[in-house]
């Protein structure tokens, strides 16, 4: 499952926005730091209208989308990777996602109070980001420790060690790990260490729900900031989001019309994840169900069938597949067929965004 972990100073929202996100978690948000004592974790359903279109046309008895996991964690501080507030243990519980969501305060708010006593984008910012590359450093030098009598009888630990070195030496000049560029085999050798400075980072601006639709000037600044970064950012208000959890889908939708917005702040993360990380969705479809399969950017159809089933990739066989829009538009497999749409593909084909796939393997 995809996993992104959200982080942020104290009171920047996270907690509140983590609840609307996974609307049965059970995070306390509360106006004070630390509130989140524990990494809280909830998954939700990936929105994807096509599921429910090809689930009706496919009459499936059940419909399954793909899912996403949210972690929540403490407010960090300055000198969190020392210890100080609640420390090293916090960060440990998002080495394991794929994304780190950073949350940025954007909204004035004087009953909310501010851990460094004033609004300022930038520089919160570079307290969390500083904070994630000390605990980087300290990763990285334990384990060259470790390394120092390998590398004179191992061409891998030679390798990890390079690797490392090129990290340290990004991150004691104030860069993040995932700027520093690594082959492939450098990457594998180094991806146990689960560095967070690696990860891709969306920056999510929080804001009031006046300024959701157009943001501010607080928001501005984290987009030139993103910008110099190459990363993504995305306007959210975790204000709203609490307030759409109690609409029905209708009131929704005009609530957020009225705002001058066309998603909730779920949908739009959920886009920025997929589109950070290179990921595509196929289906598959029948009777008994439609489900939705996340795969990376540039799988090949085994590849795809093995996110399935291991035993799907090893025995492959071909596939039989079909655009979405294609299969929509004949009605039905049989005349996508008859109208030369539905293609039997090999090993070689990389599966596109949307496919609608039924493999054939040997067990």
Known sequence: MLKAGIVGLPNVGKSTLFNALVANAKAQAANFPFCTIEPNVGSVSVPDERLALLSELSCSKDSIPTRMEFVDIAGLVKGASQGEGLGNK????IREVDAIVHVVRCFQD?????VSGSIGPTRDIEVINLELGFADLNQIERRRERLKKQVRTSDDAKNEDSALEKLQLALEGGNAARHVELNDDEQKLIKPLGLLTAKPIIYATNLSEDDLAKGNSFSEEVNLFAAKEKAETIKVSAQVEAELIELGESERLDYLQGLGVNEGGLSGLIKATYRLLGLRTY???GEKETRAWTI?????APQAAGVIHTDFEKGFIRAQ???YKQLLEAGSISEARNRG????????YIVNEGDVMEF???V
């Open 341 to 348: 749409w539905l293609r039997s593909e090999g090993k070689e």
């Open 283 to 285: 289906f598959t479809t």
């Open 90 to 93: 916090f960060l440990a519980n």
């Open 360 to 362: 054939l393997f040997n």
């Open 296 to 300: 990376k950017e540039g799988m090949s």
């Open 321 to 323: 597949t079909v655009a």
């Open 110 to 114: 004087e009953d909310v109070i501010h």
